[in-house]
């Protein structure tokens, strides 16, 4: 009789849960998807920049591009290299005060050993 009773309590315990865990799930869902579609995956910066262009022309704007300083072309082959002749200059002189003294250690500049 016990275990009968416990039997009918277990199921209708077991279906209950199974109901809200099935109301969870699909709510869970839906929320889910509503995020979803509503929240935009565009930054701020890539929406400005995805901005529709305007189909007309502004005939101002194509006057100052008219008028703008044009450059000409250049002829590359044209160009020759330069060479600067390089004067040869002749070595100083070493002075006696300059020299290294004989033991390698630093000496006076009027001075010798």
């Not at 309590?9 to 099935?22: E, N, P």
């Amino acid at each position: 009789m016990i275990s009968a009773l416990y039997e009918k309590k277990l199921k209708r315990d077991i279906f209950r849960l199974s109901l809200m865990t099935l109301i969870t799930v699909v709510i869970w869902i839906g929320v889910a998807t509503y995020r979803a579609f509503t929240k935009s995956q565009v930054g701020g910066k890539i929406k400005s920049q995805i901005i529709p262009l305007t189909p007309t022309l502004d005939l101002d704007t194509m006057e100052l591009t008219d008028q703008r300083l044009k450059v000409e072309p250049v002829n590359w082959d044209s160009l020759q290299p330069v060479f600067e002749v390089v004067p040869e200059t002749a070595e100083p002189e070493a002075s006696l005060s300059e020299e290294a003294s004989p033991s390698g250690e630093a000496t006076a500049s009027g001075s010798q050993l």
